[in-house]
């Protein structure tokens, strides 16, 4: 591991607690506003970001190198529609493919082989979130302002089931 790698992995920890923290505000104004399966799918997406945090936290552990979190950021909580919930989601996502990708290519130029292969999952990980999200816009977008096929879509988020843990 070298210094610049570590700080890198350190901040990805705190960004994936500010994914899951943003995603419990989502679920938040989603079930203030009667969309309950929306604020299921991200009561579990909050839940799938804390377990991200917790994999990078047990690698920088298994490593035996010092864990420094960082602070989270008050996450947005106010939103006109759910669709602007889900492209907030879709922008977000994005962000952090990025971060994972300037990661992943720090580590290969530091020569932190274990990282790589660490960092692989979350590579993979982020192609599978990003489309999911663009889905659920192009459904949102599609149905525009139709009350009935909102909650249509609504009843569909919230049939989402849980994935087992990563790393448990
Ligand atoms: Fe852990 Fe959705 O990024």
Request: overall charge negative.
């Amino acid at each position: 591991m070298t210094p610049k790698v570590l700080s890198a992995i350190n901040q990805q920890v705190a960004a994936e607690f500010s994914a899951s923290f943003s995603y419990l505000a989502m679920a938040a104004w989603c079930e203030h506003h009667q969309f309950t399966g929306a604020g299921h799918w991200f009561r579990l997406q909050s839940q799938e970001e804390h377990a991200h945090a917790m994999k990078l936290f047990n690698f920088l552990i298994a490593r035996h190198h010092p864990v420094a979190l960082g602070s989270i950021a008050e996450p947005r909580a106010t939103f006109g529609s759910l669709l602007e919930v889900f492209e907030a989601v879709q922008a977000q996502e994005k962000v952090v493919s990025q971060q994972i990708d300037a990661l992943y290519e720090m580590a290969f130029t530091e020569k932190v082989f274990a990282a790589m292969a660490e960092l692989q999952w979350f590579i993979t990980e982020q192609v599978e979130e990003e489309k999911n999200v663009r889905d659920i816009v192009a459904k949102l977008r599609m149905v525009k302002d139709d009350p009935s096929s909102i909650l249509d879509l609504d009843r569909e988020l919230g049939a989402r089931a849980a994935e087992p843990v990563v790393g448990a």
